[in-house]
């Protein structure tokens, strides 16, 4: 919880003071408005930016219906899969990396005792939890991700997991699309 203040507030601060100039600058504006487009139009391209930033832990958004959407405009179910996935690929890293980053500041907050009895729960439960999750549309797997990266979960299990599940969702998602469609 600390940490999301934190984080709400840096970003807070950077809206305020940081962005106003970066914004005037025609080529930051130039990027916005391309990403913004992007996502808008959903093409494969912001199916990327869409991954990457709705997958997020702090932005989420309805990943699953924006890739469905996407699809309904035509575009090719392969590329909109491969960078919808690369794009979640990527910001679980980020979070991952962001949750072991800050997890020396959070241990200060917490006792030994409680740290240690959720870690040997996440090594019992966390694969089952984490790949239900991935699985499972609009559950907040992203969270989990950055929590378990505060916990030091198994980079590489975990990375595999959220693989699997997120293609199997996706593939599902694609699926239902060809049926109705």
Do not use: C
């Amino acid at each position: 919880l600390i940490v999301l203040i934190l984080l709400a507030f840096f970003a807070i601060l950077f809206q305020v003071k940081f962005y106003p100039v970066f914004k005037d600058s025609f080529i930051v504006e130039g990027v916005e408005n391309l990403i913004k487009e992007e996502i808008t139009e959903l093409t494969p391209t912001g199916l990327f930016y869409a991954g990457f930033i709705g997958g997020s832990f702090i932005v989420p958004s309805p990943l699953e219906i924006l890739f469905y959407l996407s699809l309904t405009k035509g575009n090719s179910i392969l590329l909109s899969f491969l960078f919808l996935n690369l794009g979640l690929l990527l910001i679980q890293i980020v979070n991952y990396w962001l949750g072991a980053k800050f997890s020396s500041f959070v241990m200060n907050f917490l006792s030994v005792k409680k740290v240690y009895k959720v870690r040997r729960l996440i090594n019992k439960y966390g694969a089952f939890l984490l790949f239900f999750l991935s699985v499972v549309p609009a559950m907040p797997y992203e969270v989990l991700t950055f929590a378990l990266g505060i916990a030091k979960y198994n980079f590489y299990r975990l990375f595999i997991l959220v693989t699997i599940g997120s293609l199997i969702k996706y593939t599902v998602i694609a699926g239902i699309f060809l049926i109705t469609h």
